[in-house]
């Protein structure tokens, strides 16, 4: 049986990391985070987020 994916929304992901919801949208432009256009929405994958975060994580 497929395993279904779990995805953000841009506003989730700003909420949750305490940022505005243009600095995800740069990461999205800057090709720092994966996200799929679906309509007029990105929606990011929670598999690719924390992939995200662990690169984020061990550059400090």
Partial sequence: MAQ??????VEELAERLRVSTMTIYRYIK???VKAYK????FRIDKEEFNN????VKTKK
């Fill in 38 to 41: 679906i309509g007029k929405e």
């Fill in 30 to 32: 800057r090709k720092k």
């Fill in 52 to 55: 995200f975060l662990n690169k």
């Fill in 4 to 9: 279904e994916k779990e995805f953000y929304l």
